[in-house]
């Protein structure tokens, strides 16, 4: 009764084809009338069993097959052949990779739907994976008919996309040139030079590739540069984002070019990574501006990010180019796991999100994610931060520079999250692309000190403002780098999960000072940032780069500043906190680094800060910072965004030992 | 025995099977990917199904022989099992390791000993169903005859 089986199945090829599937196939490459018939499926699955069964379902479904038992081997299938594949199907559970961090990579990377399987229903790992960007997640046993119709998600994809691309291949150029025009403070040209021109590279590049191709199948990719998503987060701010609706913020937008369709898929990315940031309920107290919309899924994947926020930052300013390079080069190594997680990666809840708590920018797709680490999430800072915004929102993200890294720094009250930076940064170091850099350098400072703090655990920190890298998460920071007032504001750091910790390395503070008080120590992880500019850009791995500095931004500022922050700016995301898993608290930081003094789920937190006086000193909750283990609780791959997120929250919860003022900063008291 | 016999007799075998919980509607659905082109799809899954299975019970004994019982290593390879076993029809056997899971949720060790136990049996026992099952076909199919559909039966 034994047939030969397949063993420990390598991946095969497509199959042999049988006239239908080559036909098929052929068809698929004309992108005609035969779809979904020839649709290539890569399935992953550590389980034999199940494979072989998916497999011959498939094939029964007349797609082209190729089944593979490793993620690894799945994910470096993928990278060979970028265009390969049209949808991937994967085990949640496996044992050389967690299916969710194969979903975030492939997302962030190929930009492919992904979806989840499992034997497991529980409502928990369905909505971590619908959180993870899955397009669908089956419970096993599959059916056939459940198999059918995948097709779907695949012309799904590809719609919005090509539209996008349409629509802003405009925009775009108009952003770059603008963004050129700010460049006057990098300070090396060659970045800047190589930035733009390898951006323009890609995107010509893209562009003529997709549009040749009309096939629906055929994925065109819009290219949301820095300061068009900053005007995006802008207008969703400015409308609040529960009645963000495509339509009102294109026209607060006003940007030639740009249609509803491709606002409509960015904001459904953007919804994607902000409740990835703040995990599954959000726990909405914040102010109408919640920056961060816990509900909305995180920007995962956001491949079409290529915002070079670090750019943007140093443009404005606010980085120093040498600390724009030390992002950079921090930024795009990725840390290696576990022990780069000095920083705390703080609370997820950490989220600098001065104005527009979600900027995410993701780099290239490419670049992150080598690690499979979780999606890369810069965050933007928006660059136009309303005065009013501040109003609304805590953080008063378009203050002056010194805003900015105020925030940032006030985050880190938050268990030291704030580093999300940290990943940006991996990302800045990595790429000799380019788009990477962002971060500016000084961003990255801080981030870099984070791993000072690291492990001190020490609630109470009154001098370290708490970069703690965000959990491995990697949160990524984008800032905006035109935008001189706003830079600060807007990191929310996302972590990412397992990225971020990795990333931030030497950045992070993992001690949210409970007191922080913002004289003192806000910026006391500035304070290593600014030592240590180039320290840690070891540690950075690119792949890790998930969240980059939030607070590093202002890195430049903070050392010497005494920053004001207000309460606004600091403070404020609310993150839900009630979801994040106890993960370790510093996997939190990952999460969300914002930084909601304000709504965040302290109940009993008087101060939340944040509430409403952005321009008074702000009393930031002071969060314990979790201890030393965060460290390696960052480090670990495994974070995932809901733990990081639980421990976020958990974080602010008990947090609250003291009250943060912070009247003014001072970075000093950054251990680096 | 003339081909009629055997396969009143395959019918009987088969339903008893579904019957006693044995199998499930999954198996049926494996029936009908098995077609000309893939003659033994079935035995094929089954046959892999099998192997696998050993080995994580291998490594299930495995984990309880240590001091210190990895109640998490175990719980994955519970859920591997029970993946699997679902993704064949192998219904009592995935039974088994839904009782087992919770037991490694509330870390007894008694109870998780107890279902490993019977997981052993089950496997066995379906093991054993299937083989004859097969080989009633093959014999069918040897005499020229050819095996009913399964959906059919009830």
């Known amino acids: 009764m034994d047939l030969s089986h397949m063993k420990g199945s390598i991946p095969t090829p497509t199959p042999t084809p049988t006239p239908t599937l080559i036909s098929a196939r052929k068809a698929t490459d004309m992108g005609s009338d035969q779809f979904p018939a020839g649709l290539r499926v890569l399935v992953v699955d550590d389980d034999p069993t199940c494979l072989r069964i998916l497999e011959k379902m498939l094939q029964n479904c007349c797609y082209a097959v190729t089944k593979c038992n490793r993620a690894e081997i799945a994910l470096s299938m993928l990278r060979e052949n970028k265009n390969g594949f049209d949808i991937v199907l994967s085990d949640v559970h496996m044992p050389d990779m967690d299916g969710f961090k194969l979903l975030e990579q492939v997302g962030l990377e190929m930009d492919l739907p992904v979806i989840m399987m499992s034997a497991d229903d529980g409502k928990n790992v369905v909505m971590k994976g619908v959180i993870h960007g899955a397009c669908d997640y089956l419970i096993k046993p599959v059916r056939i008919e459940a198999l059918r119709n995948i097709w779907q998600h695949v012309v799904r994809k590809r719609k919005t996309e090509w539209k996008d691309l349409e629509q802003s291949g405009s925009v775009d150029e108009g952003d770059r040139e603008q963004n050129l025009s700010e460049g006057a403070n990098y300070s090396s040209s060659a970045y800047e030079g190589s930035w733009n021109s390898s ?53 607060l937008m006003n940007v030639p070019g740009l249609t509803r369709e491709n606002v409509a898929s960015h904001l459904q990315k953007y919804r994607l990574y902000l409740r990835r940031l703040s995990g599954v309920s959000p726990h909405q107290s914040n102010l109408n501006n919640s920056f961060i919309n816990p509900q909305d899924p995180p920007f995962g994947s956001m491949g079409s990010f290529n915002g070079i926020d670090l750019q943007t930052l140093s443009v404005t300013g606010q980085l120093s180019p040498q600390s724009l390079a030390a992002l950079q ?22 989220i600098f999100s001065f104005e527009n708590p979600k900027l995410r920018f993701v780099e290239d797709q490419t670049q992150h994610l080598n690690n499979s680490k979780p999606v890369n999430l810069f965050h933007e800072i928006p660059t136009k931060i309303e005065p009013k915004q501040l109003g609304n929102i805590q953080h008063s993200s378009v203050q002056p520079q010194g805003n900015i890294n105020m925030q940032l720094n006030i985050k880190s009250e938050h268990s030291g999250t ?15 692309a380019s788009h990477l850099p962002r971060i500016p350098s000084t961003l990255r400072k801080p981030i870099i000190s984070g ?13 370290r403002p708490g970069y703690n890298l965000v959990s491995p998460t990697s949160v990524m920071v984008n800032y905006p780098m035109s935008q001189t007032t706003e830079l600060s504001n807007n990191y929310s750091l996302q972590s990412n999960s397992s990225v971020s910790t990795l990333n931030c390395k030497g950045v992070f503070q993992e001690e949210i000072s409970s007191d922080l008080k913002v004289s003192g120590g806000l910026m006391s992880s500035y304070d290593v940032f600014s030592d240590l500019p180039l ?14 500095a939030f607070g590093t931004f202002h890195h430049g500022n903070f050392m010497q500043d005494s920053f004001d922050i207000s309460p606004s700016t600091l403070i404020h995301h609310g993150f839900p906190s009630s979801q994040m898993n106890g993960q370790n608290q510093n996997s939190s930081v990952v999460g969300k680094t914002m930084f909601s003094f304000s709504d965040l789920t302290q109940p009993e937190n008087p101060q939340n800060i944040a509430q409403n006086s952005l321009l008074d000193p702000v009393e930031v909750k002071s969060q314990k910072i979790p201890d030393a283990n965060y460290q390696t609780d960052l480090l670990s791959d495994d974070f995932g965004q809901d733990e990081l997120l639980g421990v976020f929250l958990k974080q602010q919860q008990q947090g609250d030992d003291g009250s943060v003022d912070f009247s003014g900063y001072q970075t000093e008291n950054i251990c680096v | 025995m003339e081909v009629g016999l055997m396969q009143r007799q395959w019918v009987d075998y088969t339903k008893s099977l579904f019957l006693e919980d044995f199998l499930d509607s999954q198996f049926i659905e494996l029936q009908k990917l098995q077609d000309e082109g893939n003659p033994d799809f079935i035995v094929e899954v089954v046959s892999l199904f099998f192997e696998d299975s050993e080995r994580l019970l291998n490594d299930l004994t495995a984990a309880f022989d240590q001091p210190d019982v990895d109640f998490q290593k175990v719980d994955g390879h519970v859920h591997q099992l029970k993946g699997s076993s679902s993704s064949i029809g192998a219904q009592r056997v995935k039974n088994v390791c839904i009782a087992m899971r919770s037991f490694c949720e509330e870390q007894n060790i008694d109870g998780c000993l107890r279902c490993l136990q019977q997981l052993k049996q089950e496997t066995c026992l379906v093991k054993n169903k299937l083989e004859n099952l097969f080989r009633m076909e093959q014999q069918i199919m040897a005499a020229g005859g050819s095996i009913p559909s399964t959906e059919l039966i009830f």
């Open chain 1, 329 to 350: 080069a921090t930024g795009l190594r990725r840390p290696t796991a576990k022990s780069s997680i000095s920083m705390a990666l703080v609370d997820q809840n950490n």
């Open chain 1, 199 to 251: 951006k323009r590279r890609r995107d010509a590049e893209e562009e003529p590739e997709e549009r040749d191709d009309t096939s629906t199948l055929k994925k065109p990719r819009v290219v949301w540069s820095v300061e068009l998503h900053q005007q995006f987060v802008a207008a969703v701010n400015q409308l609040g984002i529960d009645k963000a609706v495509p339509k009102k913020i294109l026209e």
């Open chain 1, 418 to 432: 704030q580093l999300m930076h940290l990943s940006q940064q991996q990302t800045l170091g990595h790429s000799p």
């Open chain 1, 451 to 463: 791993s000072v703090t690291r492990g001190n655990g020490t609630t109470d920190n009154s001098h």
């Open chain 1, 535 to 548: 320290q840690k850009s070891h540690d950075w791995d690119s792949q890790n780069v998930n969240t980059l």
